[in-house]
């Protein structure tokens, strides 16, 4: 049975997209499942960080009716692992949506994926609109990598109250702070004060994946944050299987 998961944030910077490209590959690396890594964000940052050249343009043309997302499938080079890059032409995507009335597109089309693959890993947009409501339709999991501060805690606040409101709560939330310093006080408390939360280390590896255009695990196998996104990887899993 395919699952979904989304990387979301409500802000960017956060690691967003190092997270959706890691945990994509050691689905089907590490556990041999076939994944898709599908990215909605207009930056196209996962086949960047992936080395991914996108030979498909206008990625914003999968919404449109009649329209077959799995024609614009791409392999990667790591087996198992294929990819549906974004580009500019998504950043008016929330509008497109709203304006044709299509609430339920994005489950849709997910739902005509669920035959090529395991698992399906969105990369999401940051901000909380028409899209990242269809996200939550549509996914099984949301995990959502936050800085250790207490802003970013008020936006998970602000994710689980709309979650409440609108979506009757659902989906799954999976919190994970990232780009994590113990060296700094404020992030030490704050990680103690979620001690069952998964950590991503603020690392030199996870930068350098911009440069070896490859997951971290790739170059950086026995390095802090590679063995920190093996485990999210492990602890998402576990979610799905509980969802």
């Known amino acids: 049975m395919t699952k979904s998961v989304a990387v979301y944030s409500m802000k960017g910077g956060v690691g967003k997209t190092t997270l959706a ?15 898709l890594l599908w990215d909605l964000d207009a930056q196209g ?20 009716r009649d329209t077959d997302p799995a024609k614009r499938i791409e392999p990667t080079r790591w087996h198992g692992l294929d990819l549906l890059a974004a580009d500019l032409s998504l950043r008016h995507l929330d509008a497109s949506l709203i304006e044709a009335d299509k609430p339920k597109r994005l489950r849709k089309l997910l739902k005509g994926l669920d035959s090529g693959y395991d698992r399906i890993i969105l990369d999401c947009p940051p901000g909380l609109g028409e899209i990242s409501d269809q996200i939550f339709r549509a996914v099984d999991l949301v995990v959502i990598p936050l800085e250790p501060s207490p802003m ?8 689980e109250e709309h979650l409440k409101d609108h979506h009757g709560g659902g989906p799954r939330l999976l919190p994970v702070f990232s ?13 103690e004060a979620q001690p069952d939360w998964p950590i991503v280390p603020q690392a030199s590896a996870v ?7 490859a997951p971290v695990a790739e170059f950086a196998k026995r390095s802090p944050a590679s063995l920190a996104l093996l485990a999210l990887w492990d602890r998402t899993e576990k979610e799905l299987q509980s969802t």
């Open 21 to 35: 490209a890691n945990l994509a590959w050691a689905s089907a690396v590490q556990s041999g499942r076939r994944t």
């Open 45 to 64: 940052g996962a086949a960047f960080l992936l080395g991914e050249e996108p030979k498909h343009g206008k990625a914003a043309r999968i919404f449109e």
């Open 152 to 159: 970013a805690l008020r936006t998970l606040a602000l994710v």
């Open 179 to 191: 780009m994590a310093d113990r060296r700094k006080r404020l992030h030490r408390e704050l990680l």
């Open 207 to 213: 930068e350098r994946m911009a440069v070896e255009f």
